[in-house]
């Protein structure tokens, strides 16, 4: 079954959404105007069971069926990206330094256009949840949902959600069971020791030969200490220290990110990312003063879920435009917090080749919104049917 063609008649509304949208972008847990908007709309098609400030700027609004049954969440991003814009567009953001450069303009748009349409038809059992978050880019938003309870008090059983692709063409879809995207983690490590006159060196404790002699073994983490067949990055991207040719500096911070699908890669990795620092520290006889911390999990399609959704996602598409062998990737997603709370699916929208996401000239495709809003609605009337 191809695009709704209810969803099909409002697809310029749906433009306009977006394009409103990508004019007004917003940061982080500060999604307030954004989320206003969305309410707006919501309140427009007729749904009054609606939950706001969850987060900061999250809302969750609630679309009745007709006769009992479960919950089903599904979820759009709502943040942008600390960046300017160079699209061009007449549309283009209004807001120097910040920049819808990541599609989250378009998968509120999805959402929206599948609200409206399961609100004018309700032709489901049970509820649908209609997740809004905000801080997918940065501060882990979904976790943060999930912390305030969302998944228990809107008695969510499944979750699912998209993202788009302009790396794959219009209108596909694609996903995998199993690990999608990898978790990520991010490390700081601070060596200190003591500064002085470069023409003196025996009079100082020089910090820098055990930051590099750390980043050259960090490194080396993904060549010595992992399975050669489970996928790792262990990234050192930064490296300060100094202010002067002549100064031995008083301290050197070494920082990068690491990405990884289990549990138990990040256990070791953190365990080797301390004893390097520490043992270099003993090394050169100066302190070390390490962070680790652990950002977003690894995103994790549950297998009857993702294959559910891929059936419905051909319902939509057509067999020929579905793929379910993705290759999981090192990005990252806080919707793995949800998918850690329910079961359910993560999938990719093709929206044509163009400009990556977080390049300066990326724009959302609004001719894929269509689609988006579609896969959801007919997720929803699969899953629960009347």
Not at 140 to 147: H, L, S, W
Not at 239 to 246: E, L, T
Not at 260 to 276: G, H, K, P, Y
Request: charged letters at 25%; a negative charge; hydrophobic letters at 40%.
């Amino acid at each position: 079954m191809p695009v709704i063609n209810r969803i099909a008649g409002y697809a310029d509304e749906m433009k306009a959404w977006r394009r409103w949208l990508h004019r007004h972008p917003e940061l982080g847990f500060d999604c307030q105007r954004t989320a206003a908007f969305v309410v707006e709309r919501l309140r427009e098609f007729g749904i009054t069971d609606i939950h706001e400030g969850i987060a900061t700027s999250g809302v969750v609004a609630i679309v009745e069926g007709r006769g009992d049954g479960p919950t089903i969440g599904l979820r759009a991003d709502m943040d942008a990206l600390p960046m300017d814009e160079e699209t061009g567009a007449d549309y283009a953001s209004e807001v120097p330094g910040k920049m819808h450069a990541c599609g989250h303009d378009g998968h509120t748009t999805m959402l929206l256009g599948a609200a409206r349409y399961l609100a004018e038809t309700r032709n489901f059992r049970g509820r649908v949840a209609l997740i809004f978050q905000p801080a997918e880019e940065a501060g882990g938003g979904g976790g943060a949902m999930v912390d305030e309870g969302v998944m228990d008090r809107f008695d969510i059983a499944q979750v699912y959600a998209l993202h788009n692709d302009p790396s794959i063409p219009a209108g596909r879809f694609e996903t995998v069971a199993g690990p999608i995207m990898a978790s990520v983690d991010e490390f700081d490590v601070v060596f200190d020791g003591r500064g002085g006159h470069a023409a003196f060196p025996d009079q100082s404790a020089d910090p820098i030969p055990p930051a590099l002699a750390f980043a050259q073994g960090a490194q080396a983490i993904v060549a010595r200490n992992r399975p050669s067949t489970a996928p790792l990055v262990v990234s050192v991207t930064q490296v300060r220290a100094g202010s002067a040719f002549n100064v031995i500096p008083q301290r050197a911070r070494v920082g990068g990110t690491v990405r990884c699908f289990s549990e138990e890669m990040r256990d070791m990795v953190e365990a080797r990312i301390r004893a390097l620092a520490e043992g270099q520290a003993r090394a050169y006889g100066v302190a070390a003063q390490i962070g680790y911390r652990r950002e977003y999990p690894p995103t994790v399609n549950p297998a009857a879920e993702t294959a559910f959704a891929a059936d419905v996602a051909r319902d939509v598409a057509g067999p020929d435009a579905v793929s379910e062998s993705r290759a999981p990737e090192m990005g990252a997603e806080d919707f793995a917090y949800m998918l850690n709370a329910r079961p359910g699916a993560y999938l990719f929208l093709g929206q044509g080749e163009g400009p990556f996401c977080h390049h300066p000239a990326y724009d959302f495709n609004d001719d894929v919104a269509p689609v988006g809003a579609s896969f959801f609605a007919r997720l929803v009337e699969k899953a629960q049917p009347l």
